[in-house]
């Protein structure tokens, strides 16, 4: 008989070919469509990095301007989601609630039986556009504050800040938020991509395949883990506490949240410009809570890079500085992986696109171990 090896999780199988999304784990580099992320992060913008997802090309600037007016023209929140988000807030974890409220926008849909790339990129407009406001709604909504209306002179993410907060953002802020959106928005074929795919290999629709990444991306192996990280930082308390705790966390064998990828065996390129940009943020506006938090972070990633960095080819990823970054532009940490969801829903919607050009169901083994061909007991004669 032939031998069966099994991956688990997967690992070092690949599933499809793409364009959209190269990670050299090896080397810590990633590429959108062949552009480097960091050139990406430093001179684009989260509407010209999803046109370059979705439309395979960077826009013009009229393809540009066009494409912002559709998202514009999507970002209010409709009826349903604000009661999905008044009756399960508080009695339901974040991810929860917006995972229900994505899932609730295919009633919205114009023509569900339009199964066409241009209604495809229709959907994932209202999707994007729509899931950042739900976002900000949800945010508002835990602070028993009012729902802040879109306002159409922002951008996607310096707007998404603003129905957050309710004030408009600075310039450096706006970078800020705007950053974490591009650096979220795509990232292969991860667990919650690769959920969005085997949902929409069964040709379900564009609502629920994305509905399954949501559901995916709340575990702290995924998305949870900037608020876990931020957590952990958290329960540090004082720098001087670094070392102990993650030594004694690390003797018992817990997981450091923010550390460790399944790809990269180097340093995460994302992880560094998140860095970079929150230590320039703190010079220029410093505050007390981020650095402490700061200096607790650079004190936990020296210690973990010289435990565990070259044995075990463990090294920061995004997650570890996303949370001081969010608190420094004043994000609660329960809205962390929302955001994630937020930002990343372009890149579920681009890699679905991309999926069914070429569609085949997913449809693994698994390799049967137990017995065969048991004897039926009748119920009461069991013991
Ligand atoms: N802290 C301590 N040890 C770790 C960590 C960590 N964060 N990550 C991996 N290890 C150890 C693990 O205990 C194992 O050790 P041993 O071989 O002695 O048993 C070894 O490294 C390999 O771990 P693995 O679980 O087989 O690796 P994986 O490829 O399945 O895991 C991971 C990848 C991301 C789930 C894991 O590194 C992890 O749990 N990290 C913490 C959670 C986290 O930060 N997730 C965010 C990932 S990046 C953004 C995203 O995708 O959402």
Redesign the pocket.
Same mark, same amino acid.
Request: aromatic share 10%; glycine share 14%.
């Given at each position: 008989s032939k031998e069966i090896t099994i991956s688990?999780?997967l690992?070092g199988i690949y599933i499809a070919e793409t364009t959209l999304c190269k990670i050299d784990g090896a080397n810590g580099r990633l590429w959108y469509r062949g552009y480097p992320i960091e050139v990406l992060a430093e001179n684009s913008n989260y509407e010209e990095v999803s046109y370059l997802l979705l439309f395979g090309k960077l826009p013009n600037r009229k393809e540009l301007s066009a494409f912002r007016e559709r998202l514009k023209a999507e970002r209010d929140v409709p009826p349903v989601v604000f009661d999905i988000v008044e009756e399960m807030s508080g009695r339901a974890h974040p991810m929860d609630v917006l995972r229900t409220c994505i899932s609730s926008l295919s009633i919205y849909d114009e023509d569900p039986e339009d199964k066409s790339q241009q209604a495809n990129i229709r959907r994932a407009i209202k999707l994007i556009a729509k899931t950042a406001s739900i976002v900000a709604y949800m945010g508002r909504y835990r602070q028993g504050k009012d729902y802040v209306p879109p306002d159409s002179s922002l951008d996607h993410s310096a707007n998404f800040l603003y129905m957050l907060t309710g004030k408009k953002p600075d310039e450096m802020a706006a970078k800020l938020i705007d950053l974490m959106f591009i650096l979220h928005a795509e990232?292969g074929s991860? =667990?919650?991509t690769f959920s969005t795919l085997v949902t929409g290999s069964t040709l379900a629709d564009v609502y629920a395949a994305v509905t399954a990444g949501a559901a995916t991306?709340k575990g702290?192996?995924?998305?949870?883990?900037?608020e876990?990280?931020l957590r952990m930082m958290y329960s540090i308390g004082d720098p001087d506490n670094t070392e102990t705790y993650i030594e004694e =966390?690390?003797e018992g064998?817990?997981? &450091?949240?923010?550390?460790?990828?399944?790809?990269?065996k180097a340093y995460?390129p994302r992880a560094k410009i998140v860095r970079k940009y929150l230590e320039l943020y703190q010079e220029r506006n410093p505050s007390e809570e981020v650095s402490r938090l700061l200096q607790i972070a650079l004190r936990a990633e020296k210690l973990?890079l010289e435990k565990?960095s070259k044995t075990?080819? &463990?090294w920061p990823?995004?997650?570890?500085f996303a949370g001081p970054l969010y608190r420094a532009i004043d994000v609660p940490a329960e809205l962390f992986t929302p955001i994630?969801a937020a930002s990343r829903m372009v890149g579920w919607c681009a890699h679905l696109f991309e999926y069914w050009q070429n569609n085949r169901l997913f449809r693994p083994l698994d390799n049967y171990v137990g017995e065969v061909d048991k004897k039926y007991v009748p119920i009461d004669q069991r013991e």
């Open positions: 688990r999780g690992e990232h991860n =667990a919650s991306l702290p192996l995924h998305g949870g883990a900037d876990a990280a =966390a690390l064998k817990r997981r &450091i949240m923010g550390f460790g990828h399944r790809v990269y995460d973990m565990l075990k080819g &463990i990823n995004i997650d570890f994630f």
